[in-house]
Nanobody, 116 residues
Framework: EVWLVESGGGLVQPGGSLRLSCAASGFAFASTAMKWVRQGPGKPLEWVATSFHPLAHNITTYATYVTGRFTNSRDNAKKTLYLQMKPLTPDDKARYYC???????RGQGTQVTVSS
């Protein structure tokens, strides 16, 4: 059975930080490119970052609006993807999802709220 489970969301003040995790199972995570996407209230789904696998040198690419603030990493042994986010702004409020790059798999998401 394939699953992706995100965790680590919550309520944080502007300027604060959160670290999201995405635990994977049921597919070849180590050789699968993964991505983070998010959907804010009343907004369409938008891409956040793509994490390529070791065969692609573990390169990560970021959307311009998170570059310099968000850092993706992956632990292939633990089959887990991470997204460190700091500093957060109110515009980052969204439900964050991890997914395979081709959208074969996607988790249920974790909610991030940035508010004072």
């Amino acid at each position: 059975e394939v699953w992706l489970v995100e965790s680590g969301g919550g309520l944080v003040q502007p300027g604060g930080s959160l670290r999201l995790s995405c635990a994977a199972s049921g597919f070849a995570f180590a050789s699968t490119a993964m991505k983070w996407v998010r959907q804010g209230p009343g907004k369409p789904l938008e891409w956040v970052a793509t994490s390529f696998h070791p065969l692609a040198h573990n390169i990560t690419t970021y959307a311009t609006y998170v570059t310099g603030r968000f850092t993706n990493s992956r632990d292939n042994a633990k089959k887990t993807l991470y997204l460190q986010m700091k500093p957060l702004t109110p515009d980052d409020k969204a439900r964050y999802y991890c997914a395979s790059l081709e959208d074969d798999y996607r988790g249920q998401g974790t909610q991030v709220t940035v508010s004072s």
